[in-house]
């Protein structure tokens, strides 16, 4: 079993998460050019080492949180609430 | 010989022997050493192609382009030895009993090459078309079911959907009783699906592929891809550098780092996938089980042992390790399907990487950078496609042009909004 702690509820099994992915900044709709808008929809870094990404705690608190995690070894270094849900949703 | 549409090649004189029931029996009485199956080369400082992974989708490609289009000065580099990643931990299920015509196509001219593989490659891949059995527990699904059925014969591919009782009849150990926490309310009967000993393919292809004069250079690690100006110069790699114009990705699991070296962005995200076999037991199960809702696929293998799969692991991860969780949930399932099984101990577990792609399908052909082709994005279902892509991506280098049969996976689909949706299809029958 993988612990995640929770920013809110502490250490929990990571099966009560969702893993929303890769902390990613929402291009304004109202500029983004199609293009704009489908790499960000699409395209993923994938890194294989430290990277930061949402974790939505759906079983839980039902907030979204923060995480730094290595994935190769799904060690994780920091967990911080994450911001506004429409940012943490990508 | 079965030749498949393709011109037989003609082997080097003496090398590799040709495997026969008569030199069989000479060896059995003669003890002489067989022949290596394939050679080891110093590296050479430059070739025409460079092929980056070593499993099924690498060698495949290496001798088509070799027997189809003469193309011979070809390098496949893998960083372990060849099989070692997706190609050796897949659980071997062919089939092509997909959802969208695109896909139904492309696979089906897999399993058309698959069937004539042994004797194409002079080598035996015990190819078992036994029928591949995907249950519908609820409605939703069985209307999928139908609507793959109706794709899959409009493309003249041999699928239906079939009842409990036929089911039964089809599966005597499977639990089709209405007392079921998900009781089976139909399957797809896909008679063409089966499996296949996935090591026996890379290796055919392997020995195949050295006899027409490939290098195959195991243990050789890629650090970097040469870009200049929009093209592929050269390759880095842990044996020293070798100077191509062209380069072919044909990781899984990787394939999002190799691309990074040539500076090309990919839609993947890379996922573990669990199996798991069982000790082994008298032959009972004869088709291939696949159930969507409760996540489980199982075949039994010529030896007698279970084999399992299951979906990708719920998150990203690049860690190839096995966890509880799975097998609780997995053994539960499976017994599910089973109940007779309570007593049957499982021998091992494993991971594997898959690409996982926004819409299912994989990404092949041309990419931004001159010289640098890419097939992956392979996800779970890279194993029974590795001829086709093979054939397709030999033809894509050879020609310069992408072939009818892989357009619509190409890279620019995702910068276009033209997806190819599997998700119905691929994400956990196999």
Redo the contacts between chains.
Sequence with gaps: ??LLPCAWCGPRD??EF??V?EATTRPDPRTAS??EW??Y??????T?GWTT?TWYHRMGCRRFIRVERH????EIRSVTAAGAPAEATR | MATNGHRQPARRAGYPAKYSALGLFRRGLTHTEWPPAWRAHPIKRSYDVVIVGGGVHGLAAAYYLAANHGITDVAVLDKGYMGSGGSGRNTAILRSNYLTPEGVKFYDRSIELYRTLAADLDYNVMFSRRGHLTLAHNDSSLRTMRWRAEVNKAEGVDSEVIGPAEIKRLAPFLDVSQEARYPVLGALWHPPGGIIRHDAVVWGYARGADALGVHIHQNTEVTGIDVTDGRVRGVRTTRGDIATPLVLNATAGWATLIADMAGVALPITTSPLQAAVTEPVKPFLSTVIVSGTLHVYVSQTDRGELVFGASVDPFTSYAMRGSLEFIEGLAGHVLELMPALTKVRLLRQWAGLCDMTPDFSPVMGPTPVEGFLVDVGWGTYGFKAGPVSGEAMAQCIASGRTPEIIAPFGLDRFAEGVLVGEKGAAAVGH
């Design positions: 079993m993988i990571a099966g969702h893993h992915g199609p293009q489908r790499a929809l699409y395209m993923r870094e994938n294989c990404e994935t190769e070894t799904n």
